[in-house]
C-alpha cells in the first residue's frame, strides 16, 4: 500500500507539474491569471514529486 500511496503523489504532481507549466508557458488553462501563483504551484509539485520518489525509493 505505501509503494501506492508513493506513485499517486508523483502522478499527480506530474499533473499538477504539466498543468502550471502549460498555464506559464502559453496561457491554457488559466489565462495565466496570476504569474506568481503558477510558479508556486510548480515548485510544489517538484518538491511532491521528489519526496514521493525518494520515499518510493526507501521503500523495501
Given at each position: 500500500m505505501p509503494k501506492?500511496?508513493?506513485l499517486a503523489g508523483m502522478v499527480i504532481a506530474i499533473?499538477?507539474?504539466v498543468?502550471?507549466?502549460l498555464d506559464l508557458a502559453v496561457k491554457f488553462p488559466?489565462?495565466?491569471?496570476n504569474?506568481?501563483?503558477d510558479i508556486t504551484f510548480v515548485l510544489?509539485?517538484?518538491a511532491l514529486g521528489?519526496?514521493?520518489w525518494s520515499t518510493l525509493r526507501e521503500q523495501d
Amino acid at each position: 500500500m505505501p509503494k501506492v500511496l508513493c506513485l499517486a503523489g508523483m502522478v499527480i504532481a506530474i499533473l499538477i507539474l504539466v498543468l502550471f507549466l502549460l498555464d506559464l508557458a502559453v496561457k491554457f488553462p488559466f489565462n495565466r491569471i496570476n504569474a506568481v501563483m503558477d510558479i508556486t504551484f510548480v515548485l510544489c509539485a517538484v518538491a511532491l514529486g521528489y519526496v514521493s520518489w525518494s520515499t518510493l525509493r526507501e521503500q523495501d
